[in-house]
């Protein structure tokens, strides 16, 4: 039987979950919810129904799992929960300093309701995530390093969008090379947040808006921008679509460590990413948890979850035979 996913928003996210649904033929889209007009959506699954978001308490019955594809700012915070008390779900929060309110909050409504909702599923937070927890178990005498791009952050770009002015935005973070050099030198340095990455902002304003208040709403934003040198370059819709349109990013994810006596030996553990595309990734992170979702709340367990609770043998579609053949 294929996992019934439902997708809980539709915009570049939700467009790259319906993509990588596509690519796991243990799975099928049953419906997409959106709280624009349905009839005005197209979607491109000619066998999955298109419907307002209220009306997914409808069809509790229907899905096993809901895909929420809303950003961090401000969506998931209210969605998630309300999606657990009725669905095992997956989210993609991403506000670090926020997760663990989040966690306790999607938790009290995943345990009352008997589903599995496991948060903060791509990248990074995800797989970034797993790696910085399995290089410091390794190498608990070092110092974990992460640099996020160059890239658009969907998040970032997502909370600019949701100041007063603001037609349309892309945020770029940018590591420091110095930093990332000094850093895969072994010599593990001390770096500041600023001293890392710096962030660049393309923003469309509307006609007549403040565009100083902007600014300094962006600049001054905690949690995404105050703790870092931020430049805000305001451009048309025209120059946006046209250098700005794809949504690349990655990163890397560094620990620099060191074994023996005195620790004489150095080492470094080194995981990276380079996406053409940011959401197409993260969807195809989320679709892979999904499937563990599915698999956790059919042996029993609910509650909310993050990357740290799946074992990785509930991701694939392959027995647990086979990937011992073939992967172990």
Partial sequence: MSIRI???????????????IKQNPDMELVAVFTRRNPAEVKINT?????????DAKNMTDKIDVMILCGGS?????????????????????DTHAKIPEHFSNVDATAKKSG?????????????FSLNRLYASAILPDGEDYTFWGKGVSQGHSDAIRRIEGVLDARQYTIPVP??????????????????????????????????ARIEKEIVTMPNYFADYDTTVHFISKDELDRDHKNLPH????????????????????????????NPEFTSSVLVCYARAAYKMNAEGQSGCKTVFDVAPSYLTTKSGEEIRKAML
């Fill in 115 to 127: 589903k599995v909702a496991i948060i903060s599923c791509g990248w990074d937070p995800g797989m």
């Fill in 178 to 211: 110095k930093a990332l050099d000094a850093v895969r030198s072994g010599s593990a340095p001390s770096l500041t947040t600023r001293q890392k990455h710096t962030r660049e902002c393309f923003v469309v304003a509307e006609e007549g808006a403040d565009k």
């Fill in 73 to 93: 700012a401000t969506d998931l915070p209210t969605q998630t929960p309300l999606i657990a008390s009725m669905f095992n779900c997956i989210d993609s929060f």
């Fill in 6 to 20: 439902g997708i809980y928003g539709y915009g570049n996210l939700g467009r790259g979950v319906e993509s990588a």
């Fill in 46 to 54: 000619a066998t999955a129904l298109v419907c307002h978001t209220d």
């Fill in 250 to 277: 990655g990163g890397f994810v560094i620990r620099s460590g060191s074994t023996g006596e005195n620790g004489k030996n150095k080492h470094i553990i080194e995981y990276s990413l380079k996406l053409d595309s």
